[in-house]
């Protein structure tokens, strides 16, 4: 786990940094070379910067060992993470959606003046391109190896951060060959991406702090691992908690009615020991609750 959170920890630091140096050089060159869309797209920028720094902090909370008031650690904080990266990202993108309404008005209406787009912002805006590209990049292989979501958050957000700046140069572009309305619209076009991958993190995170099961699959493997052990009559249920990268699993089976406490504590424990060992890379720990088989027949009916 060690590892695991000093490479999530240079992820974001990596991430951070990137992410200052280009709010300042994409809002000041969006401002003076009068482009709406790579203003927004510092903007957003800023934003990323805002909620890295949150994200720093909740990803430290997130490493602390498990104590008298969390026995399981901290790491649903991990998911909180990306909740809050979510909700900036949200917030972001519908700021920028409507300074792009705004501007398309004012152009439409002539009560702005026209302005050409000058070519730092395309410099600025190809820049971004790059640096994005290598931090998807970066960020998707550390997220692979952590499973950590805060990072797969980061990711996905860098993603859009691709598709905006394709954007934000279709828009200088334009712009400069005098079709000025582009430069606004690409801002709006910028804000759909952002829109839509807010939404996204938010609900794959909720769902995570909601105990979903990452794959249905991967419950019906568990249910079949478990219905395999001798003396097992039936598996009545399968749930999960999501500590980090790892799994906390509960299970209910059926056994035999006329065996003994002790009988059934060895079935209880033997599928445990196949759960474990089956997927030892993912579980943390195997809680095995066992009852006579015809109580999970008689709830079925």
Known sequence: ??????????????????????ALVKTLIGIFGHSSALLADGINSTSDVVYYVAVKILSKQASKPADAEHPYGHRQLESISSIVIGAFILTTG?????????????LLSKTKAEYTVSIFALVAALLTFVLKIYLFTYT??????????????LANDHLNDIMASVSVV??????????????????AIVSIFILK???????????????????????????NKAGQVQGVKHVDLIGMHRFGPFFTINVEIGVDG???????????????????????????????????VEYCLDKED
């Open 1 to 22: 786990m060690q590892d695991r959170d000093k490479k999530t920890n240079k992820t974001i630091n990596l991430g951070l940094g990137t992410n200052i140096f280009l």
């Open 94 to 106: 519908v700021a920028i959606f409507w300074g792009a309404i705004n501007s398309m008005y004012e």
């Open 140 to 153: 998707r292989k550390s997220q692979k190896q952590t499973q950590n979501p805060t990072l797969r958050a």
């Open 170 to 187: 279709v828009g200088v572009i334009g712009g400069r060959m005098g079709f000025l309305w582009m430069d606004p619209l690409a801002g």
């Open 197 to 223: 991958t807010g939404i996204s993190i938010i609900m794959d995170s909720s769902s995570e702090l909601m105990d979903a099961f990452p794959d249905l699959s991967f419950r019906d493997e568990l249910s």
């Open 258 to 292: 006329n065996l003994t406490i002790q009988q059934g504590h060895e079935i209880a424990d033997r599928v445990e020991a196949a759960l474990m060992e089956a997927y030892s890379v993912s579980l943390k720990k195997v809680h095995v609750h066992y009852h006579p």
